[in-house]
């Protein structure tokens, strides 16, 4: 099966409404991620920020509702999965997905025992809504042996 389409069902399944109830409070966005080109939306943000327990991921659209996901991966090289689809990580795993209103944030948090120091890693944001499919900027970090973020 291609990735994209098991990244969609992915989608569908996680932000059913059973997997919405969620009545934890929602924890601080982070810092926005530098910009990597400007044929990213400027609506579409990913924002990356490495505490001393924690890595903490945020995703955000403030053009429409929107079914938010943020992926990894151990490589930068990016792939269009279909044609007029934007290109995303090629070798990728799904952290979390989201359903959110316009201008909202979803927040996604890891533990940071759940890292390996010294490994790169890359992370996308990606948004689906009204107006198709849309990726943030690539965002990246490696954890020191210290556990502090390079």
Do not use: R
């Amino acid at each position: 099966m291609n990735p994209f389409y098991s990244f969609l069902t992915l989608i569908a399944v996680t932000t059913s409404p059973l997997a919405a109830q969620n009545d934890s409070p929602t924890p601080a966005a982070p810092k926005p991620a530098p910009v990597a080109s400007d044929e990213y939306p400027a609506s579409t943000k990913l924002a990356l920020d490495v505490t001393k327990d924690a890595i903490t991921y945020a995703i955000s659209n403030a053009d429409e509702t929107f079914l938010g996901a943020v992926i990894l991966s151990l490589s930068p090289k990016m792939t269009p999965y279909a044609p007029g689809l934007p290109p995303t990580l090629t070798d990728f795993v799904l952290l979390g997905a989201c359903f959110g209103k316009a201008g909202s944030t979803c927040v996604f948090t890891q533990p940071k025992k759940f890292v390996p120091p010294g490994v790169h890693i890359w992370a996308q944001g990606l948004v689906l809504d009204v107006n198709g499919l849309k990726v943030s900027s690539l965002a990246a970090f490696e954890l020191d042996p210290d556990g502090s973020a390079g």
